[in-house]
Each structure stands twice: as structure tokens, then as C-alpha cells.
């Protein structure tokens, strides 16, 4: 089993930048497919991006980004310190929601919320216009 903690969130502008980090708990991280999740309000969780899981803890992941995100989100993992981030640029109010972490142990990059076992406590980012 394996326990996610999620930085917090925050409120910013237009076009700018926050860095979300998911930390991991429990057991081998690099064994985990980890997506990143979001709900705005009256609307059903949304995926953002997912990394799978590695080899080892020195090996590469692959990724995957929802249309609306991809050149703007960046999903990256470092795995001797047990933490997934996602780096996001250029925010629109559009991006304002509730953020995930979640983590499926040798899964693929599904972009179903209900293939995940293990989610973080979700943290507000709000993108003011």
C-alpha cells in the first residue's frame, strides 16, 4: 500500500506558474503509475497527465497529457526521493479546479480515474483572469 501527500495548492494569474508535488509513502514509488487528476465544480474528475511506472529507480517513464494541457503541464518523476511533480505553465482560469494525485502499482497511463487504488487529499488551484 502506498499513502500520497500532495503540496499544497495555490491561487495565480493568468499565464502563471505553480508546481505540484505529489510525495509517496509506503512502499517502492518507482512501481506506480502516477496520473494527476482534476475537478471543477458541477463537473466529473478530469484526467491531466499520467507517468508510468519505472524499472527500477534510475530508469525513464513514459507520459501522457490531456489535448487542453499538453505544451503548457509538464509530468515529471524523480524516484530516489519518492515524488511525482507536475509543472504548470501559461494556467488559464479554465485550469481552476481541485488536483489529484493518484497511483496504480504496474498499471498503464489510464486516463480513467477508477484504475487508480490510491489517491492524495486533492489541493484547490485557482487561476484568477
Known amino acids: 500500500q502506498v499513502q500520497l501527500v500532495e503540496s499544497a495548492g495555490g491561487l495565480v494569474q493568468t499565464g502563471g506558474s505553480l508546481r505540484r508535488s505529489c510525495a509517496a509513502t509506503?512502499?517502492?514509488?518507482?512501481?506506480?503509475?502516477v496520473g494527476w487528476f482534476r475537478q471543477a465544480p458541477g463537473k466529473e474528475r478530469e484526467f491531466v497527465a499520467a507517468?508510468?511506472?519505472?524499472?527500477?529507480?534510475?530508469?525513464?517513464?513514459?507520459?501522457s497529457y490531456t489535448d487542453s494541457v499538453k505544451a503548457r503541464f509538464t509530468i515529471s518523476r524523480d524516484n530516489p526521493r519518492n515524488t511525482v511533480d507536475l509543472q504548470m505553465t501559461s494556467l488559464k482560469p479554465e485550469d481552476t479546479a481541485v488536483y489529484y494525485c493518484?497511483?496504480?502499482?504496474?498499471?498503464?497511463?489510464?486516463?480513467?480515474?477508477?484504475?487508480?487504488?490510491?489517491w492524495g487529499q486533492g489541493t484547490q488551484v485557482t487561476v484568477s483572469s
Open positions: 493518484a497511483a496504480r502499482r504496474y498499471g498503464g497511463r489510464s486516463y480513467s480515474p477508477g484504475e487508480y487504488d490510491y
Open positions: 509506503g512502499r517502492t514509488f518507482s512501481d506506480y503509475t
Open positions: 507517468i508510468s511506472w519505472s524499472a527500477s529507480r534510475w530508469t525513464g517513464s513514459s507520459t
